[in-house]
């Protein structure tokens, strides 16, 4: 049985999208496998179902990515994939490489 998550106040949104265009989504809460997300996107709401463990603060997929894929947060790219990324997936050093201030 799936269970929808939410954050520790019961607050509506498990998750925050800050520009409908992004590929991710930022964890308000810890997030498990089958938990579907309710996400607070720029222009509504949406769903996604968790494929792995989101530790709180930490990104997510809002949908499948090819590798070498430019990722989008807040409207800009932030990094490109290093692997490809399932929809719900964890999002972070190991399966992103970052472009920004010449970090790599």
């Known amino acids: 049985m799936r269970r929808f998550a ?3 106040k019961a607050a509506p949104y498990a998750g925050l999208m800050l ?3 992004d590929h991710v989504a930022l ?3 810890p997030l498990a496998p089958g938990d579907i997300a309710r996400i607070k996107t720029s222009d509504g709401d949406r769903q996604v179902e968790i494929s792995e463990v989101i530790p ?5 997929t809002v949908r499948a990515l090819a590798d070498q894929t430019p990722v989008l947060k807040g409207g800009e790219v932030i990094g490109i994939t290093t692997a490809d990324v399932g929809s719900g997936c964890h999002l ?13």
């Open 27 to 29: 964890a308000l809460t």
């Open 19 to 21: 520009h409908h265009d």
């Open 6 to 8: 939410m954050t520790e």
């Open 56 to 60: 709180r603060y930490h990104k997510f």
């Open 92 to 104: 972070h050093t190991h399966n992103i490489k970052s472009i920004r201030y010449g970090v790599s």
